[in-house]
C-alpha cells in the first residue's frame, strides 16, 4: 500500500489524471487476491479499509494516520466526528 503515498502515483495510475489538477482520485481499490479492500467515501469525509486484523491493527496504531476503528452502525456524518467535531 507505500505506493498509493507515493505523490507520483496517482498522475502515473491510469485514472485520468489531468495535469494542473488535483485528479481523480480511486474510490474503490482493491489486490488481486482481495486481502484488503479501501473506499474513499464521496459523500461524506471518511476513507474506509477493510482486511485483516493485523493490518487494521497496523492502520490505526500508526501516528502519521488519523485512524479509528469503525463497525456497522459508526456515524460518518459530521456528527459522528469525535475527533473533528463540526462547529457549535
Known amino acids: 500500500m507505500r505506493e ?10 491510469g485514472l485520468g489524471w ?3 489538477l488535483s ?3 480511486p474510490n474503490l481499490m482493491w ?17 474506509l ?9 497496523a492502520v490505526v496504531a500508526d501516528a ?3 485512524a479509528a476503528e469503525v463497525d456497522a452502525e459508526t456515524d460518518l ?6 475527533l473533528n467535531p463540526p462547529p457549535a
Do not use: Q
Not at 4 to 12: M, S
Open 77 to 82: 456524518t459530521s456528527r459522528g466526528d469525535a
Open 23 to 25: 485528479g481523480p482520485t
Open 49 to 57: 479499509i477493510g482486511g485483516s486484523r493485523g493490518l487494521i491493527d
Open 31 to 47: 489486490p488481486e487476491d482481495s486481502a484488503w479492500f479501501l473506499a474513499s467515501e464521496i459523500d461524506f469525509d471518511s476513507t
Open 64 to 66: 502519521a494516520l488519523e
Open 18 to 20: 489531468t495535469p494542473g
Open 4 to 13: 498509493f503515498a507515493d505523490p507520483a502515483w496517482p498522475p502515473g495510475s
